[in-house]
């Protein structure tokens, strides 16, 4: 049987990261399986449906790369999806929804109630055999004992969350239902609804919460919560992608850097994890998985996001010459943790003059770095070759004549070139600013000392 799953988020506006994580873990196991995945945006509440809320959703799945396999044919298809497919819209299925309330209710399996319809639960205990949580059996709550039946369809004529989600998963043959922990307690309906329209329920796999690192619930406050915040604060999609993909699932051998495709390959649901993930607000562990996925970019692409990054800070590299530019951004390749530390770390190629840190300065102003200074400068200017590897020369040359160790210069002509303590490899650095405007910066600071 062909695996079919969804992911089926209401339009609030806001796409969360355990939703994205939802999202992810459908997309994987239908593509793990060879299956088809499907969005469904629930969008029967007409009050909280507007076109932004719902491109919050696309825009965050096509920014994570989670395409789906099937919709409705629409001409102006936004999605990531496979030719011109939309995702299906719930408003547009009114229609199905009156037939199935129509089909129960002439069965007795619903009846009308204060111009509500309302269905009638079983009032037998429901068995789910939930793919992760195990085994539940739901019995009737307290309150329900008086009155087990629920409203699928309210008085003003809209159709219930219960029932246009079970309807939709019958008519789109769902075969997992994967979601949140959260939705555990609405299961017992749904499977009841899925008897009463005379179809076995799907699997389901109830996913444990993302919450805050002290265990409380994570809401839309809090920070971090948003997934579009990693796209603004520099994270990589796939270094997001892996990260969520380890909050609540973990490989058999335990490997922590996975690329997409690895993950595809290796996940599976009974490898969900039971526990509930805690998600690390001082980002460590994401921040790690950034860097070594920007190291692993390849060189067109971890330039094309630099230079957006650059042009966001107001950085235009386009007013230099592309060989400069690509030198520049190399020497930033294997150093940076996130795309936005990008301008601190490489705008110093792309001014004419530096501005130097003034805690820098100060210390620049010693009075042993003058002699230093012009003695390297004096040097450089020399040096047939203004490369890498003659510059280590030239410099380490200058502290033999001056009996100290290479450091001690170092450190002035990063912050006269550079502006700041720490960045790229001085020597490199060098190479790519070329003769003529190391000279110069050197000067200028010279002239301030
Ligand atoms: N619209 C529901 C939500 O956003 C979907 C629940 C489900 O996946 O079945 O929580």
């Known amino acids: 049987m062909k695996v079919r799953v969804r992911f089926a988020p ?64 629409t001409s102006n298809a936004t999605g990531p999806c496979k030719g011109d497919r939309g995702p299906y819209f719930q408003s547009q299925r009114k229609d199905l929804y009156q037939r199935r309330v129509e ?32 085994k539940v059996v739901r019995h009737l709550t307290d309150r329900e004992e008086q009155d087990p039946d629920f409203v699928i369809v309210r008085s003003d004529g809209e159709p219930v969350f219960h029932l246009v989600n079970v309807i939709d998963d019958l008519e789109m043959g769902v075969t997992h239902v994967i979601r949140g922990e959260d ?22 796999a109830h996913i444990p919460l993302i919450l805050n690192g002290d265990g409380s619930k994570m809401s839309k406050r809090d920070q971090g919560a948003s ?7 520099g994270y990589l999609p796939e270094a997001v992608l892996n990260y969520l993909c380890l909050l609540g699932w973990s490989t058999k051998d335990n490997q922590d850097v996975l690329t997409i495709p690895e993950v595809v390959d290796r996940f599976d649901l009974p490898q969900i994890l039971r526990h509930n993930a805690k998600f690390d607000p001082k980002r460590e562990k994401l ?48 150093k940076l ?17 530096v501005d130097i840190d003034p805690a820098e300065e100060l210390k620049l102003r010693a009075p042993e770095n003058k002699p230093r200074l012009q003695q390297l400068r004096d040097s450089f200017a020399s040096v047939a070759s203004f490369d ?28 006269a070139v550079t502006g ?16 003529e405007r190391v000279l110069r910066r050197i000067d200028t600071a010279l002239a301030k000392m």
């Open 10 to 73: 209401s339009p609030t506006g806001f796409l969360h990261i355990g939703g994205a994580r939802t999202a992810l873990f459908n997309w994987l196991y239908a593509r793990h399986t060879g299956g088809v995945f499907i969005l469904r945006i629930e969008d029967t509440d007409v009050a909280r449906n507007t076109q932004e809320a719902v491109d919050v959703i696309l825009d965050g799945l096509r920014w994570l790369g989670l395409d789906w396999d099937e919709g409705p044919i």
């Open 103 to 134: 089909a129960l209710l002439s069965r007795g399996l619903a009846y009308e109630a204060d111009g509500a319809v309302k269905f009638k639960m079983t009032r037998e205990p429901v068995t789910i055999e939930d793919v992760v949580v195990g």
């Open 183 to 204: 939705h555990l307690s609405n299961t017992a309906k749904h499977i009841a609804l899925f008897r009463a329209f005379g179809v076995e329920p799907p699997a389901y």
């Open 227 to 233: 997934l579009m915040s990693y796209r603004d604060d």
């Open 287 to 334: 921040d790690w998985l950034n860097y070594e996925h920007l190291r692993r970019a390849d060189t067109d692409r971890f330039n094309e996001l630099v230079v957006r990054t650059l042009e966001k800070a107001g950085i235009h590299t386009q007013a230099w010459d592309l060989d400069f530019v690509k030198g520049a951004l190399a020497t930033a390749k294997d």
């Open 337 to 353: 943790k996130k795309l936005n530390d990008a301008p601190g770390y490489l705008g110093f190629y792309f001014q004419e003059n």
């Open 388 to 415: 890498a590897a003659t510059l280590e020369q030239s410099l380490k040359g200058v502290a033999t004549t001056l009996g100290i160790k290479a450091g001690p210069l170092v450190h002035p002509v990063r912050v």
């Open 420 to 435: 700041k303590a720490s960045g790229p490899s001085l020597y490199h650095l060098m190479e790519i600013l070329g003769r």
